[in-house]
């Protein structure tokens, strides 16, 4: 369980990396990029951080290598914006949890419309 230390580091970066990639990110392979979660270790010294993307597997693909080509400028700018002591090493992983959800929620209503033809 995270201590609340980590909890708000990791609020924190969340908030101002979204405020990056959103207004300062001229990158437009980052343009359908929404950050969803960042988790810190308890050091504070890395940030995994989860993110989401519009569009198909060749625009994931593109995000992820927009995403590392950037994550120089983004730990910089992150460092200007924040007051930690040691700004974080970010690590850029896609979430697939909202995938994952909306195939479970076709499974069920397919689950649902099969049992409505045998009701009938």
Known sequence: MPSRRQRRVAEMVHRELSLLLLLEARDPRLANVTITEVSVTPDLLQARTYYTVLGDAEDKAE???GLESAVGYLRTALGARVQLRCVPELSF???TSAEHG???EELLTQIAEGN???DE
Do not use: F, G, M, N
């Open 116 to 118: 409505a033809l045998d």
């Open 63 to 65: 995000a992820q290598a």
């Open 102 to 104: 909306q195939r479970i």
């Open 93 to 95: 992983s896609l979430d």
